[in-house]
């Protein structure tokens, strides 16, 4: 079983602009507390380990000192395969929707295969942009009591660990199962969408379907089609080879 779980070690908790040193500290001890160690923070703060943060860190003050600081999103971004936003609130960005244990058993595939998927987590007060959720593959909603749907960030961190950890035990009575994501299944980095996504918007600038001033919503519109399609990296590679192969020889 232990070696089930080691998958855990794949699984990224990624805080975005957390305006609270303690909340940084009780998010390190949720995840400990069911096997994930790899925190990421998005913030402009030069360091995040404190007094505040470290005692309500309690026991997972290395959880909290091995937290990697990232100035953008992106950045914190750039080694992931598949990413998961929460948000209490619906918004306008057609994400596929999932409740927390739904999305565990979708993550699950991915990092028992080695490869690195990310939960994202707003801000205490306004949760995630749009903009950051369109850097999602996922949305993730924890089903709360309408009448008082209040989850503070350490809390939403532990529900999202909780399930991710009975996603592993309930798959431990048989062999995760591996399969061969080196032969065109293995989703593309975050980097390479986002390098694939700048090539597009670069391109229908230049040829005037967009201006420079864009609002960006007609890229975000382009961002869900791929997003739903769940690319591999491979036929990420067909769509980015045949496009800049037409664009070379449209003349």
Do not use: W
Not at 222 to 244: N, W
Request: aromatic share 6%; with cysteine; hydrophobic share 40%.
């Amino acid at each position: 079983m232990a070696d089930n779980f080691s998958c855990l070690d794949n699984m990224i908790m990624v805080l975005v602009d957390p305006s609270h040193y303690g909340n940084i500290g009780s998010a390190a001890r949720a995840m400990k507390t069911m096997g994930l160690s790899d925190l990421r923070v998005v913030t402009t703060k030069e360091c995040i380990v404190n007094d505040d943060s470290l005692a309500l860190s309690k026991g997972a003050a290395d959880i909290l000192k091995n937290a990697r600081v990232f100035a953008t999103l992106d950045e914190a971004l750039e080694d992931i395969t598949l990413v998961a936003g929460t948000s209490a609130r619906m918004r306008s960005i057609e994400l596929p929707l999932y409740q927390p244990r739904e999305a565990a058993e979708k993550i699950l595939p991915h990092i028992a295969n080695n490869m690195k998927c990310a939960i994202l987590f707003g801000r205490e007060r306004t949760g995630l942009t749009n903009e950051e959720l369109q850097r999602c593959d996922i949305h993730i909603n924890i089903d709360a009591n309408p009448e008082y749907s209040s989850l503070n960030l350490a809390m939403s961190v532990q529900v999202l660990s909780y399930e991710l950890r009975q996603a592993v035990l309930r798959a431990s009575e048989l062999p995760l199962v591996k399969n061969d994501y080196d032969d065109g299944l293995r989703k593309p980095k975050h980097s390479d969408l986002e390098q694939f996504y700048g090539f597009i918007e670069q391109n229908l600038k230049d040829c005037g379907f967009l201006k420079e001033n864009h609002n960006g919503s007609v890229m975000g519109q382009i961002r869900r089609v791929y997003a739903k399609s769940d690319m591999s990296a491979h036929e990420l590679r067909i769509i980015y080879g045949t496009l800049a192969s037409m664009l070379k020889h449209r003349h």
